[in-house]
């Protein structure tokens, strides 16, 4: 293992917006500190994340965001979720595709230089929720929207030897169901959260028990 990445080997770098921060659940309920406490339950030394993540953030925001956090890599890992606000806001493809792969590329240099010890979740669709139907939103629109955006950051994680996890199919099987969301009916519950990082855990398992130059 690269010996400055293994001086820090307990480290953990969380970015995105409100899927990441968590819209409505104690931080313990999220999926980056769920993860990292799956993980340790693992026997996996990592502590629990740095955020930097906010409600409403677009790629352009978060990457300003990062600019004023300065984090001082190298982190053991990096996870990376971020989209959904720019479908909403209808902001173009192209500009998603463009943004999103520069904060690819800094969350590789956050990591080291590592980019497998990077984490990208794919943006949930937002389409199937009561706060959807509520503010009248064409499902199927949204969902081909989030496919267009999901399949961009896929492409791109496949481009620098990313891993990619898809947690849009689970966000759509339980998209209406109450008990998967908090009371403003669009964000996740902690149990949705549980079952994202159920889907992740294996993943970032793979990851971390891999030598970085390996």
Same mark, same amino acid.
């Given at each position: 293992m690269d010996p400055i990445l293994s001086a820090t080997s307990s480290r953990y770098l969380a970015l995105g917006d409100s899927y990441t921060i968590g819209e409505g659940?104690?931080?313990? %309920?999220?999926?980056? @500190?769920?993860?990292?406490?799956?993980l340790r339950a693992q026997g996996i030394d990592l502590d629990d994340p740095q955020v930097i993540a906010t409600t409403g953030w677009t790629t352009d925001e978060l990457a300003a965001a990062i600019d004023e956090a300065a984090p001082q890599g190298p982190f053991a890992l990096v996870s990376l979720l971020i989209g959904v606000n720019n479908q909403y806001r209808g902001r173009p493809l192209a500009? $998603?595709?463009?943004? /999103?792969?520069?904060?690819?590329?800094?969350?590789?240099?956050?990591? %080291?230089?590592?980019?497998?010890?990077?984490?990208?979740?794919?943006?949930?669709?937002? %389409? /199937?929720?009561? $706060?959807?139907?509520?503010?009248?939103?064409?499902?199927?629109?949204?969902?081909?929207?989030?496919?267009? /955006?999901?399949?961009?950051?896929?492409?791109c994680c496949g481009d620098y030897g990313v891993a990619f996890v898809d947690i849009t199919p689970t966000s759509r099987e339980d998209g209406a169901n109450p008990a998967?969301?908090?009371?403003? %009916?669009?964000?996740?519950?902690?149990?949705? @959260? =549980?079952?994202?990082?159920? =889907?992740a855990l294996p993943v970032a398992v793979q990851l971390l028990q891999t030598p970085a130059d390996g």
């Open positions: 659940v104690p931080a313990s %309920g999220t999926w980056p @500190y769920q993860l990292a406490a799956a500009e $998603y595709r463009q943004q /999103f792969e520069q904060l690819l590329q800094r969350a590789i240099a956050l990591a %080291g230089e590592h980019p497998g010890h990077v984490l990208v979740l794919s943006t949930p669709d937002w %389409g /199937f929720t009561p $706060y959807a139907q509520a503010h009248d939103r064409d499902a199927a629109q949204v969902a081909r929207e989030i496919d267009d /955006f999901n399949a961009a950051a896929r492409a998967m969301l908090v009371e403003d %009916g669009l964000h996740p519950s902690a149990l949705m @959260y =549980q079952r994202w990082t159920e =889907q």
